[in-house]
C-alpha cells in the first residue's frame, strides 16, 4: 500500500514538474476546460433546481394542479367556484382539495402608513394539503374559513422577517387586513414558497356557496392524490366530474373538461423547453471544449512519442507510462473542473444577481449549486483527464521503438491525420449547430422588439391596487366615485397631461374574459360561445394609452351609473361579431356583472394586452362609472419621467382615502421590458454560446493546421527548393483546411435542420429553418474558417528552403 501512495505522489510531483514546462498548453487546457465545465454546471445548476429537484413539501409527487379546459381545448389556470365545491365533496381520488387566488392585499399595522402587499386567499386545506407545519402559531382552520367569521392572518416568514424583526410575540398582533380587524394566528417557515406564486401574508377565503353557482371562474385549484391512486385514474375522474357539472350547469360547463397534472410540471409550464434547449446548447459547448482539448493532446503526444519510447526503451513499463500519463491528465482535468465550478458558483450568482424579482422563471429563489450538481461535474472532469491523459500513450508505437524515434517530429499523417482531421471537422459542425440556433433567437428577438403594442410607452406611469373591500365592496357607487376623485386629483398635478383607470393593466399578465354575442341574434348553443377579453376602464383611458379610436367616442360623463350600459370593441372584436358591418350603436350581450347589454359607442384599435408575442384578440371595454371593479390599475401620462411623479401620485392617492395602499408601480416601459425578459435572456445566453463555439471552432482549425505545417515543414522545403511556389503551397494548405470545414459544414448543416426544430416554441416572426439564418450562419463560419486555415498556410507558403534544409 505504502510503495502505491509513494509512486503516486511521485507521479504528481512529476506531473507538475512536465506541466510546468508547457505553461502555454497548462493554461489553454485548464481555461478550456474551466469554461465548457463552468458553463454546462452553471446551466444544469438552474435545470436542476428548477425542473429536477422535487417541490419542497411531504410526498410532494403526490401534489396536483387541477385545471378546466375550454370547449377548444385550451388549460387554463383557473376553475369555477361551484365546480371547485363539487369536485372536493364528489372525487374518491384525492385527500384533499384547496383553492388559492392571488390578490394584493391592504394592510396596516398600528398607526403606519398603509399598503399593499402580495397576498393568497386560500381555503382551510390548503396547508394541510401541502403539509407544512408554521414555524410559529397556527395555521387557518375551517371554522376560520366559513363565511363571515374573523379575520386571522398567517404570515411568511420572509414578511415577518422585513415587517416585523422576526418578533416571535407576533401571534396575536392586530391588525387591519382588505379593512377588516384581523388578528395574527401564525408564521410559516423559510422557503415555504409554491412556484410562480408571491405571497406575504394567507387569508381565509371564505367562500359563500350561496354565490358559487354564480360566480365566474376566479380559483386556482391543488389537489393532493390519495396514496396508490396513479395520476391517470386522477385524471379520468376529473373527467367524470366535469361530465357531471356540465350535464348540471350547461350554461357554464357545456363541453368543458377537467383534468390533473404533477404539480411540478404544472409549475414549469413551457420553460420546461426553454431550459432543455439551453442544456443542450451548452453540452454542445463542453463538448466543443473537449474537442478542442483533445486536439491540443493528440497534438502534444505526437511530440511525446519520442520521449516515452525513449523512456519504455530504458526500462520504463507500459503500465508506468500509462499511470503516469492518467496522473498528469487527471491534474489537469480536475484542476479544470475546480476552475469550472467556481467558474458555475459565479455565473450562478450573477446570473441571478442580474435577474429582476419579478422574472418570469419558477422556483428561481430555489436554484443554487448543490451536491448533485457537483458530483456531475466531478464526473465529467475525471472522465475527460482519463480520455485524454491515454492519448499520447495511444500514440506511441512501442513494438517498434526505433520506427518512432527515425520518424518523430517528421510527419502528421495515417490514423492521426485523419483523428485530428475528425476532431476539426466535429468542432465545424457543432459550431454551425450553435450559431444557427443563435442566430434564429436574435432574429426572433428583433422581430419580437418590432412589435408595435398598439400604444404609446414612453413617459407612461402604472400603478395596481385593489380597492378596500371592506369599504368599497358592497357599494359600486362608492366604488366608481373614488376612482373618479383619485383621478380628478392625479390629473391636477403639475407634470400629469392625461391618467385614467382600468381593471388590468396591459402586460402583467393578469386578464379577465367572458362570453359575448349579438344581442340582435338568438344565444348561442352552450358551449359554442364567441369569447373575448373584458377590462372596465375609466373616461380618458384610450387617450392617456395612446390607442386610436377608430371610430365613435371614448367613455365620457354621459356613461354614469343608471344611464344607457355602453361599451367600446376593439377591431378585431368587431370583425369577429359585426363582419362587414358598422356595429356603432348595436346592442352586444356581455356575460359581465350585471346587465346583460350595452350599447357600442367607439371602436378601438387592437392593441397587445397577455404579451408582445400574443396576438391581439377580441376585447370590450366597459365604463367604470357603470360596472366599477375593486381591481383597478392607473395609467398616468406625464411631460418628462414618469418616475419622478410616483411620490405626488402616492400621495394624491392618499389624500383620497388615507388607508388605500398600491401595491405596484412601473413605468410602461419597464413592463415591457418585463415581458420580454425571457426571450432576451435566452437569446442572450444562445448567443454567448454561438460566438463561443465560432472562437473554438476558429482555434481547433488553426492548431490543426499550424501543426501539420510545422510537422510537414522538411516536405515543404524541399518541395519549394525543388520549384514549387509559393501560392501553390498556400493554396494546398488552404484548400485541405477548407475542405475539412466544408464536410463540416455539411454534416452541421443536417444537424441543424434536425435540432432547430425544438426551438420552434421560442421563436417570433421566424421558423425554425429560416434560410436567411442558415446562410449567414454558412458564410460567418466560411469566412472564421477561411482566417484559421489561411494563417498557417501562409507560414508555409513563406518557408525559406535553405533555413529549413539547413536545420534538418
Same mark, same amino acid.
Given at each position: 500500500?505504502?510503495?502505491?501512495?509513494?509512486?503516486?505522489?511521485?507521479?504528481?510531483?512529476?506531473?507538475?514538474?512536465?506541466?510546468?514546462?508547457?505553461?502555454?498548453?497548462?493554461?489553454?487546457?485548464?481555461?478550456?476546460?474551466?469554461?465548457?465545465?463552468?458553463?454546462?454546471?452553471?446551466?444544469?445548476?438552474?435545470?436542476?433546481?428548477?425542473?429536477?429537484?422535487?417541490?419542497?413539501?411531504?410526498?410532494?409527487?403526490?401534489?396536483?394542479?387541477?385545471?378546466?379546459?375550454?370547449?377548444?381545448?385550451?388549460?387554463?389556470?383557473?376553475?369555477?367556484?361551484?365546480?371547485?365545491?363539487?369536485?372536493?365533496?364528489?372525487?374518491?381520488?384525492?385527500?384533499?382539495?384547496?383553492?388559492?387566488?392571488?390578490?394584493?392585499?391592504?394592510?396596516?399595522?398600528?398607526?403606519?402608513?398603509?399598503?399593499?402587499?402580495?397576498?393568497?386567499?386560500?381555503?382551510?386545506?390548503?396547508?394541510?394539503?401541502?403539509?407544512?407545519?408554521?414555524?410559529?402559531?397556527?395555521?387557518?382552520?375551517?371554522?376560520?374559513?366559513?363565511?363571515?367569521?374573523?379575520?386571522?392572518?398567517?404570515?411568511?416568514?420572509?414578511?415577518?422577517?422585513?415587517?416585523?424583526?422576526?418578533?416571535?410575540?407576533?401571534?396575536?398582533?392586530?391588525?387591519?387586513?382588505?379593512?377588516?380587524?384581523?388578528?395574527?394566528?401564525?408564521?410559516?417557515?423559510?422557503?415555504?414558497?409554491?412556484?410562480?406564486?408571491?405571497?406575504?401574508?394567507?387569508?381565509?377565503?371564505?367562500?359563500?356557496?350561496?354565490?358559487?353557482?354564480?360566480?365566474?371562474?376566479?380559483?386556482?385549484?391543488?389537489? !393532493?392524490? +390519495? =396514496?396508490?391512486?396513479?395520476?391517470? @385514474?386522477?385524471? $379520468?375522474?376529473?373527467?367524470? %366530474?366535469?361530465? &357531471?357539472?356540465? /350535464?348540471?350547469?350547461?350554461?357554464?360547463?357545456?363541453?368543458?373538461?377537467?383534468?390533473?397534472?404533477?404539480?411540478?410540471?404544472?409549475?414549469?409550464?413551457?420553460?420546461?423547453?426553454?431550459?432543455?434547449?439551453?442544456?443542450?446548447?451548452?453540452?454542445?459547448?463542453?463538448?466543443?471544449?473537449?474537442?478542442?482539448?483533445?486536439?491540443?493532446?493528440?497534438?502534444?503526444?505526437?511530440? !511525446?512519442? +519520442? =520521449?516515452?519510447?525513449?523512456?519504455? @526503451?530504458?526500462? $520504463?513499463?507500459?503500465?508506468? %507510462?500509462?499511470? &503516469?500519463?492518467? /496522473?498528469?491528465?487527471?491534474?489537469?482535468?480536475?484542476?479544470?473542473?475546480?476552475?469550472?465550478?467556481?467558474?458555475?458558483?459565479?455565473?450562478?450568482?450573477?446570473?441571478?444577481?442580474?435577474?429582476?424579482?419579478?422574472?418570469?422563471?419558477?422556483?428561481?429563489?430555489?436554484?443554487?449549486?448543490?451536491?448533485?450538481?457537483?458530483?456531475?461535474?466531478?464526473?465529467?472532469?475525471?472522465?475527460?483527464?482519463?480520455?485524454?491523459?491515454?492519448?499520447? @500513450?495511444?500514440? $506511441?508505437?512501442?513494438?517498434?521503438?526505433?520506427?518512432?524515434?527515425?520518424?518523430?517530429?517528421?510527419?502528421?499523417?495515417?490514423?492521426?491525420?485523419?483523428?485530428?482531421?475528425?476532431?476539426?471537422?466535429?468542432?465545424?459542425?457543432?459550431?454551425?449547430?450553435?450559431?444557427?440556433?443563435?442566430?434564429?433567437?436574435?432574429?426572433?428577438?428583433?422581430?419580437?422588439?418590432?412589435?408595435?403594442?398598439?400604444?404609446?410607452?414612453?413617459?407612461?406611469?402604472?400603478?395596481?391596487?385593489?380597492?378596500?373591500?371592506?369599504?368599497?365592496?358592497?357599494?359600486?357607487?362608492?366604488?366608481?366615485?373614488?376612482?373618479?376623485?383619485?383621478?380628478?386629483?392625479?390629473?391636477?398635478?403639475?407634470?400629469?397631461?392625461?391618467?385614467?383607470?382600468?381593471?388590468?393593466?396591459?402586460?402583467?399578465?393578469?386578464?379577465?374574459?367572458?362570453?359575448?354575442?349579438?344581442?340582435?341574434?338568438?344565444?348561442?348553443?352552450?358551449?359554442?360561445?364567441?369569447?373575448?377579453?373584458?377590462?372596465?376602464?375609466?373616461?380618458?383611458?384610450?387617450?392617456?394609452?395612446?390607442?386610436?379610436?377608430?371610430?365613435?367616442?371614448?367613455?365620457?360623463?354621459?356613461?354614469?351609473?343608471?344611464?344607457?350600459?355602453?361599451?367600446?370593441?376593439?377591431?378585431?372584436?368587431?370583425?369577429?361579431?359585426?363582419?362587414?358591418?358598422?356595429?356603432?350603436?348595436?346592442?352586444?350581450?356581455?356575460?359581465?356583472?350585471?346587465?346583460?347589454?350595452?350599447?357600442?359607442?367607439?371602436?378601438?384599435?387592437?392593441?397587445?394586452?397577455?404579451?408582445?408575442?400574443?396576438?391581439?384578440?377580441?376585447?370590450?371595454?366597459?365604463?367604470?362609472?357603470?360596472?366599477?371593479?375593486?381591481?383597478?390599475?392607473?395609467?398616468?401620462?406625464?411631460?418628462?419621467?414618469?418616475?419622478?411623479?410616483?411620490?405626488?401620485?402616492?400621495?394624491?392617492?392618499?389624500?383620497?382615502?388615507?388607508?388605500?395602499?398600491?401595491?405596484?408601480?412601473?413605468?410602461?416601459?419597464?413592463?415591457?421590458?418585463?415581458?420580454?425578459?425571457?426571450?432576451?435572456?435566452?437569446?442572450?445566453?444562445?448567443?454567448?454560446?454561438?460566438?463561443?463555439?465560432?472562437?473554438?471552432?476558429?482555434?481547433?482549425?488553426?492548431?490543426?493546421?499550424?501543426?501539420?505545417?510545422?510537422?510537414?515543414?522538411?516536405?515543404?522545403?524541399?518541395?519549394?527548393?525543388?520549384?514549387?511556389?509559393?501560392?501553390?503551397?498556400?493554396?494546398?494548405?488552404?484548400?485541405?483546411?477548407?475542405?475539412?470545414?466544408?464536410?463540416?459544414?455539411?454534416?452541421?448543416?443536417?444537424?441543424?435542420?434536425?435540432?432547430?426544430?425544438?426551438?420552434?416554441?421560442?421563436?417570433?416572426?421566424?421558423?425554425?429553418?429560416?434560410?436567411?439564418?442558415?446562410?449567414?450562419?454558412?458564410?460567418?463560419?466560411?469566412?472564421?474558417?477561411?482566417?484559421?486555415?489561411?494563417?498557417?498556410?501562409?507560414?508555409?507558403?513563406?518557408?525559406?528552403?535553405?533555413?529549413?534544409?539547413?536545420?534538418?
Amino acid at each position: 500500500m505504502v510503495p502505491a501512495i509513494e509512486r503516486g505522489l511521485q507521479d504528481i510531483r512529476y506531473a507538475i514538474r512536465t506541466l510546468s514546462k508547457a505553461p502555454g498548453f497548462s493554461a489553454v487546457v485548464l481555461a478550456a476546460l474551466a469554461l465548457g465545465i463552468g458553463a454546462t454546471t452553471a446551466i444544469f445548476t438552474v435545470v436542476n433546481s428548477v425542473l429536477l429537484e422535487p417541490l419542497p413539501f411531504p410526498n410532494p409527487s403526490r401534489l396536483v394542479a387541477l385545471r378546466e379546459s375550454r370547449p377548444d381545448g385550451k388549460i387554463i389556470p383557473f376553475v369555477q367556484t361551484q365546480n371547485f365545491l363539487d369536485w372536493r365533496t364528489r372525487n374518491r381520488s384525492f385527500e384533499r382539495i384547496a383553492v388559492l387566488q392571488q390578490v394584493p392585499v391592504n394592510l396596516v399595522v398600528g398607526s403606519a402608513e398603509a399598503e399593499q402587499v402580495s397576498g393568497l386567499r386560500v381555503s382551510a386545506d390548503f396547508f394541510p394539503l401541502l403539509g407544512v407545519r408554521p414555524l410559529l402559531g397556527r395555521w387557518l382552520t375551517p371554522e376560520d374559513d366559513l363565511p363571515g367569521a374573523p379575520a386571522r392572518v398567517v404570515l411568511s416568514f420572509g414578511f415577518w422577517q422585513r415587517r416585523f424583526g422576526g418578533d416571535p410575540r407576533v401571534i396575536g398582533t392586530r391588525l387591519t387586513v382588505l379593512g377588516n380587524a384581523s388578528e395574527v394566528i401564525g408564521v410559516m417557515p423559510s422557503g415555504f414558497a409554491l412556484p410562480n406564486v408571491t405571497a406575504e401574508l394567507f387569508v381565509a377565503v371564505q367562500i359563500n356557496p350561496a354565490f358559487a353557482a354564480r360566480d365566474g371562474r376566479n380559483f386556482q385549484v391543488l389537489g !393532493r392524490m +390519495r =396514496e396508490g391512486v396513479p395520476i391517470a @385514474a386522477a385524471r $379520468a375522474e376529473m373527467r367524470s %366530474l366535469a361530465i &357531471q357539472t356540465a /350535464a348540471e350547469r350547461p350554461a357554464f360547463n357545456t363541453r368543458w373538461s377537467a383534468t390533473a397534472t404533477p404539480l411540478l410540471d404544472d409549475s414549469v409550464g413551457d420553460v420546461r423547453i426553454s431550459l432543455l434547449v439551453l442544456l443542450g446548447a451548452v453540452f454542445f459547448v463542453l463538448v466543443l471544449c473537449c474537442v478542442n482539448v483533445a486536439n491540443l493532446y493528440l497534438m502534444r503526444s505526437y511530440n !511525446r512519442a +519520442r =520521449e516515452l519510447t525513449v523512456r519504455h @526503451a530504458l526500462g $520504463a513499463s507500459r503500465g508506468r %507510462l500509462f499511470h &503516469q500519463l492518467l /496522473a498528469e491528465s487527471l491534474l489537469l482535468s480536475l484542476s479544470g473542473g475546480l476552475l469550472g465550478i467556481g467558474c458555475a458558483y459565479a455565473g450562478v450568482r450573477g446570473l441571478l444577481g442580474l435577474l429582476p424579482a419579478s422574472f418570469p422563471l419558477p422556483r428561481l429563489a430555489e436554484i443554487q449549486v448543490d451536491g448533485r450538481v457537483l458530483l456531475v461535474c466531478l464526473g465529467v472532469s475525471v472522465m475527460a483527464g482519463i480520455a485524454f491523459g491515454l492519448a499520447p @500513450a495511444l500514440a $506511441a508505437d512501442f513494438r517498434n521503438p526505433a520506427d518512432t524515434l527515425r520518424h518523430a517530429g517528421r510527419s502528421i499523417a495515417g490514423r492521426r491525420s485523419a483523428f485530428g482531421k475528425v476532431l476539426v471537422v466535429a468542432e465545424v459542425a457543432l459550431a454551425l449547430v450553435l450559431v444557427c440556433g443563435a442566430g434564429l433567437m436574435v432574429r426572433s428577438f428583433i422581430e419580437l422588439n418590432r412589435v408595435n403594442p398598439g400604444f404609446r410607452p414612453e413617459r407612461l406611469l402604472t400603478l395596481r391596487m385593489l380597492l378596500v373591500p371592506r369599504k368599497y365592496g358592497p357599494d359600486r357607487n362608492a366604488r366608481a366615485a373614488v376612482v373618479a376623485e383619485m383621478l380628478a386629483k392625479i390629473r391636477a398635478l403639475p407634470q400629469v397631461t392625461a391618467a385614467a383607470s382600468t381593471q388590468s393593466l396591459p402586460l402583467t399578465g393578469i386578464s379577465s374574459g367572458s362570453g359575448v354575442y349579438r344581442a340582435d341574434r338568438p344565444a348561442p348553443q352552450p358551449g359554442s360561445m364567441p369569447t373575448a377579453g373584458f377590462s372596465v376602464i375609466s373616461d380618458g383611458y384610450f387617450n392617456t394609452m395612446g390607442i386610436p379610436l377608430l371610430a365613435g367616442r371614448e367613455f365620457d360623463s354621459r356613461d354614469r351609473s343608471g344611464s344607457k350600459p355602453v361599451a367600446v370593441i376593439n377591431r378585431a372584436a368587431a370583425q369577429m361579431l359585426y363582419p362587414g358591418e358598422n356595429p356603432i350603436g348595436k346592442q352586444v350581450t356581455v356575460i359581465w356583472d350585471g346587465a346583460p347589454q350595452a350599447e357600442i359607442v367607439g371602436i378601438a384599435a387592437d392593441s397587445r394586452f397577455e404579451g408582445l408575442q400574443a396576438p391581439s384578440g377580441a376585447f370590450i371595454f366597459l365604463p367604470n362609472a357603470q360596472r366599477p371593479n375593486l381591481f383597478t390599475g392607473l395609467v398616468i401620462r406625464t411631460e418628462s419621467d414618469p418616475l419622478l411623479t410616483t411620490a405626488a401620485v402616492r400621495e394624491a392617492i392618499r389624500s383620497v382615502d388615507p388607508n388605500q395602499g398600491v401595491l405596484e408601480t412601473k413605468t410602461m416601459e419597464q413592463r415591457i421590458t418585463d415581458s420580454v425578459a425571457r426571450p432576451r435572456l435566452q437569446t442572450i445566453l444562445l448567443s454567448a454560446f454561438g460566438i463561443l463555439a465560432l472562437v473554438l471552432a476558429c482555434i481547433g482549425i488553426y492548431g490543426v493546421l499550424a501543426y501539420a505545417v510545422s510537422e510537414r515543414l522538411r516536405e515543404i522545403g524541399v518541395r519549394m527548393a525543388l520549384g514549387a511556389t509559393s501560392s501553390t503551397i498556400l493554396g494546398e494548405i488552404l484548400s485541405g483546411g477548407l475542405a475539412l470545414t466544408i464536410v463540416g459544414l455539411c454534416i452541421g448543416f443536417g444537424a441543424a435542420i434536425a435540432l432547430t426544430r425544438y426551438l420552434e416554441t421560442l421563436l417570433y416572426g421566424v421558423r425554425p429553418t429560416d434560410p436567411m439564418v442558415f446562410a449567414s450562419a454558412i458564410v460567418t463560419l466560411l469566412l472564421v474558417a477561411t482566417t484559421a486555415c489561411y494563417l498557417p498556410a501562409r507560414r508555409a507558403a513563406r518557408v525559406d528552403p535553405m533555413v529549413v534544409l539547413r536545420e534538418e
